[in-house]
Structure formats: C-alpha cells, structure tokens
C-alpha cells in the first residue's frame, strides 16, 4: 500500500528509504527523472501529487504525503520499531533539533532548483555553483560536528547507540558531500557516524547506486 515517489539521487528520497528499510516496509519504487525533460519532478502529473515539485511523494492507501521530515515521523508513529526519536521529549527535541540542522539549515540551499537558479538566473559559472554548494555544507557540518561533540550524546550513531532521525539525515548529506569533494577528514564526527550507518543493511539498500533508477 505504500508507493514512494523517489529520485535516486534524491537525498531527501533516500532519508526516507532509509527509514522504510529500518522498518522493514514493503513498497513500490516509483522514479522520477529530475534532470529528464527539464525534470519529471514539474510535469502536471507529479505536481497533482507534489505541487512543490520535489521529490520524495509517500502515497499510503492513496493519500499523498509530502516533506520527508513529516513522512518519517508519520512511518514512526504507525510503525514504531525501531524507533528514530527517543521517548524522554527532551531528547525527542534535541533528535529533532540536530536533524533540522541538516534537513534545514544546509539542503535547502544546496536543493536542484536553487542551483539552476545560481547557475542559469544569476550566471554563476560551474566552478562557483560548487563554491557555492560546498560552502553551505561546510558550514552547517563545522556547527554539527560542534554540536554533536559538545552533546556527549554520540555513541555508535549520533544519539546513542540505535539509529535516530539524524542518522537519516546525516548519511544522504554526507553522500552528497562527497559527491561536490567536501574533505569529510575536517569532520570526523561526522564521518565515523557515517561508517557506522553504512554497516547496516538497510542503509545499504537506500543507497542511490542500488535504487532501481539508479544510473
Ligand atoms: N524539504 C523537502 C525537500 C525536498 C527536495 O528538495 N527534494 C529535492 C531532491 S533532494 C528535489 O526534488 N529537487 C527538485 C528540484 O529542485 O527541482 C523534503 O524534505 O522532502
């Protein structure tokens, strides 16, 4: 009953992959091509869906869920093993928090739309489209590693020793990071909860290379 709208690129898409294979739930992989045809993600079919043009889209049972901040909490609250936020509300808004730091403070700057408009608006060359885009990562890891160090609550993942919401978030960033060449050795943090994420098997099948789009 689940149908997820996904790029595999899409790191947005692959915090929620993630998150369905933690879960162990079934689902039907639908690609959307966003450089295809000026991007699949704009056509009026998807947009009923989405009307942001973004990808992920969750359908359950024919309902379209949007943002995958939101999807992963609504999959936590139907399906809560394992869980990806802790039970003390404290600590829920501290998961939260760190996870934000990712999903809101560094993707947005660097999403597809914002760089086509960098580059083809404002005539920004390729060489500072990637300045551009490895400076907002830079930036927001240096705070995260900052804040996950000062924390103390780092142990085999970001927040003790099971994953959580930064987990999700922290791995699809650290793919595209290394994508654009960010020098992951400035943020060992970061890094060693990256290889620790990517030991387990359902990070491993969320990964771009094996979606079924995956080029
Ligand atoms: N805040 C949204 C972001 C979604 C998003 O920006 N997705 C990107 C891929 S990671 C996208 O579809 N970009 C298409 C575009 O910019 O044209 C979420 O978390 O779902």
Known sequence: MLKLYSYFRSSASFRVRIALGLKGLPYEYVGVHLLKEGGMQLKPEYRALNADGVVPTLVVDGQPLIQSMAIIEYLDEVHPEPPLLPKDALDRAIVRGLAQEIACEIHPLNNLRVLK???????????????????????????????????????????????????????????????????????????????????????????????????
């Open 117 to 215: 408009y960098v580059k083809h608006k404002l005539g920004a060359t390729d060489e500072v489209k990637d300045a551009w885009y490895k400076h907002w990562v830079e930036e927001g890891f240096a705070s995260l590693e900052v804040n996950l160090s000062q924390l103390g609550r780092v142990g085999r993942f970001a927040f003790g020793d099971t994953p959580t919401l930064i987990d999700l978030c922290l791995v699809p960033q650290v793919f595209n990071a290394q994508r654009f060449n960010v020098d992951m050795s400035r943020f060992p943090t970061i890094a060693k909860i990256n290889d620790a994420c990517m030991a387990l098997e359902a990070f491993q099948k969320a990964a771009p290379g094996v979606q079924p789009d995956s080029e």
